[in-house]
């Protein structure tokens, strides 16, 4: 049975060697447990728990909920990240963060199985967003630790099918329960399951004697990003936030979306799952292969930007047609466009990182960007539906912003 001790002493050099494959194997099975547990709620559950606790406020339940969890996430993250950082100890410095995270978030999910009120949907999303934020912080961290640059965007793109199979099991998952309840039920018994094999199989190295120890300041410094010494770490940051802005506008109220523009109120749920799917053939091609070949050709930026362009172009169709036939055509370009961006634009980051010796830290700053743009979401998509246009205002605007964060990859200059 593989111990929890590390196999080696954490230093700033890029590794040269590539992890066993069961390494990147049991990696790639924890992210598809934590999106499954992420996308499932975001998708239908919580909207779902808002109707039935809610039914005539549910819009605004929502985004009080998932506001609050993206306020969590935004926060967790580069702080567990930092923490992580300089953790000691014999079970090295991320390990303790991904048990630990996936324990705690398991518990959350179990709250909102209960939840019988907004107040308990609120601590129980708030505990899944902050905790297994944590172990995802550890995780993207070990890649940096473990896998030479010129792999990185092929360990991405299996962290980007991860995200893709996670969001089609959630929903899945979400769609067939019968019920909210069982729903979270299962998905909290997804993230042990696929988790416990990563902890058993981690690797994780072990900070050498007289490494700097946590500190309120090292902390704090996650939220101030160095943009002035280190300035395609900030583009990188905005563009992470724009595209993720974008995306998170739009997708928020896909269920609604299919329920009061297409007509779908009786088979909502339904259809989310059926263009989640739809939505995950596409990425399956794109995230893979787009990561491989941003190694092979050493450039980031070329895929990154028409990624983008190509989200942004996902968003346009959904505000001009509003049926199910665009829903279905804006589904399999959302996922070329999406499934791109999210692998290589992982490993562009890691290559504009200020400080290998502080990567979760620095990692979490780029992760703001993702939480941010949930956060900030649900604040401008209400009163867009509501007020501005409705849904043709909502995607109209996701579009444009998806376009500005394409604009801004082209000011980075350290990488190709």
């Not at 700097?212 to 905005?238: C, E, K, N, Q, T």
């Not at 562009?348 to 949930?374: E, F, K, M, W, Y």
Request: charged fraction near 10%; aromatic fraction near 8%.
């Amino acid at each position: 049975m593989p111990t929890l001790t590390a196999r080696g002493v954490a230093s700033d050099a890029s590794p040269e060697q590539m992890p066993p494959r069961s390494w990147s194997l049991t990696l790639t099975l924890t992210m598809l447990g934590l999106f499954s547990a992420w996308f499932g709620p975001i998708q239908v559950l919580l909207g779902l728990q808002a109707s039935q606790l809610a039914p005539d406020h549910k819009e605004a339940v929502l985004s009080l909920v998932t506001g609050l969890g993206a306020l969590v996430s935004t926060l967790g993250n580069p702080i567990f990240g930092a923490l992580s950082d300089r953790t000691s100890g014999r079970f090295g410095r991320r390990l303790p963060w991904i048990a630990g995270g996936l324990a705690l978030g398991t518990v959350g999910l179990l709250i909102l199985a209960s939840a019988n009120s907004v107040g308990m949907m609120i601590l129980g999303w708030c505990l899944v967003q902050g905790f297994l934020n944590a172990a995802y912080a550890a995780l993207n961290a070990s890649v940096t630790d473990q896998v030479p640059v010129n792999r990185r965007g092929l360990v991405s793109g299996l962290i980007g099918v991860a995200q893709t199979a996670g969001l089609v099991m959630g929903a899945g998952i979400a769609a067939a329960a019968g019920g909210t309840h069982t729903g979270y039920l299962v998905l909290a018994v997804l993230v042990v399951v696929l988790g416990v094999p990563h902890v058993l199989n981690a690797r994780d190295l072990q900070l050498p004697d007289g490494a700097p120890r946590p500190s309120l300041r090292h902390i704090l410094a996650g939220f101030v990003p160095p943009l002035r010494s280190y300035p395609d770490f900030g583009w990188a940051w905005l563009t992470r936030f724009l595209v993720n802005l974008g995306n998170s506008t739009g997708t928020l109220y896909l269920l609604y979306y299919l329920m009061d523009a297409v007509g779908m109120e009786a088979a909502a749920a339904t259809g989310v799952f059926i263009l989640t799917g739809i939505y995950a053939v596409a990425v399956f091609g794109s995230t893979v292969s787009g990561g491989i070949w941003s190694d092979r050709l050493g450039r980031r930026k070329p895929f990154v930007i028409v990624a983008a362009l190509v989200t942004g172009l996902a968003a346009l169709d959904l505000a001009l047609t509003q049926n199910w036939i665009g829903a279905i055509v804006g589904a399999v370009i959302l996922g070329i466009g999406f499934g791109a961006f999210t692998s290589v634009d992982f490993a562009l980051v890691t290559q504009v990182l200020p400080s290998s010796g502080d990567a979760a830290r620095d990692l979490g700053i780029i992760n703001i960007a993702s939480a941010g743009a949930q956060v900030l979401a649900p604040v401008i998509a209400a009163p867009v539906v509501t007020h501005m246009g409705g849904y043709t205002g909502l995607y109209l605007m996701a579009a444009t912003v998806c376009v500005l964060g394409a604009i801004c990859v082209t000011r980075i200059r350290t990488v190709d």
